[in-house]
């Protein structure tokens, strides 16, 4: 009998998991973004070549704003993540179906690997997926079709260090996307030795001095820094447009300064002639 379980789920849980696909492995179809510097989480930069970002390690707030202070250009929060998310990323519609195949690596707070494996997703559309997790604890793979998810392997959800293997590379605005709600969002230019890099904090209290925050490369939409859920700072470099997207191949997540993932893409294409097959549940199935 097969260990296939069929769980049916409503659209709206359908609906939680940002679209994606992939492609036929083979050389990328993107083009890497030249000129641009390595940024790392490091107390100091070693090279001129790399943007040194200091770790994250507390937190604390004014109990008064600074009167004198100039007051910081505010951005409508929703409009921009909106308009972030369609250029980082997978997440927005009008995408042509694509595959992607990311090796990742967690480390524990002693810095030994304790964990290694890859993720895999073929991608048709936001109820036609294929999602594949291989890894030394946990092997998975969820079929999403107009009928419901289908899913091979531990019946377990990913754990969230798995979920965000996944929204480190194709939903890099995962964290942001929570914090709508009571929260404002204001833009500010942050100075990394003699690099500088435009942000946009997203915060609910002023005055906290290490708010949430998004970087980008000065003068353009590229995504290279985020400091998000709880400690993690994460850094995109080797970075390829794709189908008019910023993907970082290279990202780095710490936690509290101190290494906590590795994501590499091995392989990230376009599904010219995507096959129905390739996004079908096997059979027969057992509910």
Known sequence: MSRMCKTVLASVLLGTFPNTVSAQSGSPSGKEIDGLKRVVVTPQAKSDD?????????ASFALQGSKHAAAPDAVDFASWLTNQQALNGMESSGLQPWHIVVAYDQFDEAGDNVHSGTYEEYWAGPKQYKRTYKADDFNQTDYATEKGLYRLGDQKWPSRTQVQVREEVLAPFWYAATRIDGFRAKSLERAFGGH?????????????????QYCFEPNTSILRYSRGWGW??????????????????????TDGGKRYLELRVKAMETLAHPEDAEFAPPTPLVQ
Do not use: H, K, M
């Open 50 to 58: 790399v943007i040194a970002i200091p770790p994250s390690v507390s």
């Open 196 to 212: 500088q890099l435009q942000c946009v904090a997203i915060e609910r209290n002023p005055g906290l001095s290490d708010p949430t």
């Open 232 to 253: 993690n700072q994460s850094v995109y470099n080797r970075i390829e447009s794709f189908q008019g997207r910023n993907i970082g191949w290279d990202v780095d997540v």
